[in-house]
C-alpha cells in the first residue's frame, strides 16, 4: 500500500493522525452523542482513550488493515472529525467517519466521504465500500446516498457504545466507471 | 492530494522546476535540468531520510516541498533548509500552506528542530506563505547571488519546532 496520502477539498484537509491529535479527539469523542452512533468509542470515554486509540491505529495501519485519517479545516488545522477505512481485505473496507458535535451541520461529512471514496477508488484501487449505518442516524444514511452508496440490506448490529442490537442499514459502494474519473475541487481556502 | 514523491514523478517535477531556472530568480541554479537528474535528487532525499511531498491535482504534478540537510557538519543534525515550488496560476489558492504543512509536520515528526529557507528577493508570496507558516525572518545577504545579469539579495527565514 502507499505511503498514506494528505486529501485536500475546499475546505478541508485529511491527513495523517498526529500525536498532538490526541486532545482535540479526547474532548470532541468524549461527548456521548459521538460514541452513541459509532461503533468503536468507549462512553464514557476514560482518560488517556485517544492515546491509545492513536497506538492502536498506527499498528492496524503498519498492517495495512486500516488507513485512518484527520479530518482538519482546510485554513487552520482545526481537527473536526476522523474518517477510516477499516478491516482492508481484497479491495474492500469499511468506510467510517464522526465529524465533532460542534462542527455538524456544515456538510464536513460529505465532503470528507466524498474524497476519500475517490482516494480509494482511484488511489488505493479499491473494488468496494461497505458501511453501516443505525437506522434511528438518518443523516449520516444520507452522506452515504448522497455519494451513491447503494442500501443493500437491513439487519440487527450493535453500532453504538451500549453494545445492544438494533436496527441497522448496510449499504456498499462498487468502483465504477464514474467513481474512478471524478476530478478533485480545487481548494480555495486563503 | 499531497503524497511522497516517487520516480514515476521525476519529469514533472523537472518540467515543474525548470520554470523557475530558466524565468526567474528564484532558484540561483541557471541550466534546466532533466528527469533523470530530478529522479537523483529525489532519491538523494529520500536516501537523508528527509521527506520530498508532492501536490497532485487531477493526476498532473502542481507543487512539491521537500528539505535537504542544512550543513553535513554534526551539530547541524537537527536543522534543515526547507524548499517548495508551485506550479505557475496555483498559488494563493491555499496549496501552499497545505503542502508546507505537511511537509512541516513530517520533519516535526522527524525530530527536525530548525527549518530555514533561503527566498531570493524580492518575493512577496514566498514571504507571505513562510510568514503564515510561523517563519521569521533571521538574514538578509545582499547581492550574494547574480542572475540574469544583475546582483540578487536573498533573505532567510527561520521556524524551530518544539
Redo the contacts between chains.
Sequence with gaps: MMPQATLLTDQLILRALRTSDAPAIQILAADERIADTTANIPHPYPEGAAQHWLREVAEKMAQGEQVVFAITSAGDDELLGCISLMDIQDGEAELGYWVGVPYWGRGIASAAVQRLVRHAFQDLHMRCLHARVLARNPASAKVLLRQDFRHTESKASSCGYRRQQEPTDYFELVASAETKEGLETPILTQ | ????AENRDAEALAQLYNYFVVDTVTTFETDPIDGEEMAKRVVNVEDSGLPWLVLE??KEIIGYACAVRWKGRAAYQHSVESTIYLAQGCA????GA?LY??LI?QLS?LGVHCVLAGIAQPNEQSVALHEKLGFNKVAHFAEVGRKFDRWVDVGYWQRLLS
Design positions: 492530494m499531497i503524497r511522497p491535482q487531477d494563493g489558492r491555499g496549496l497545505a504543512n505537511e509536520a515528526a
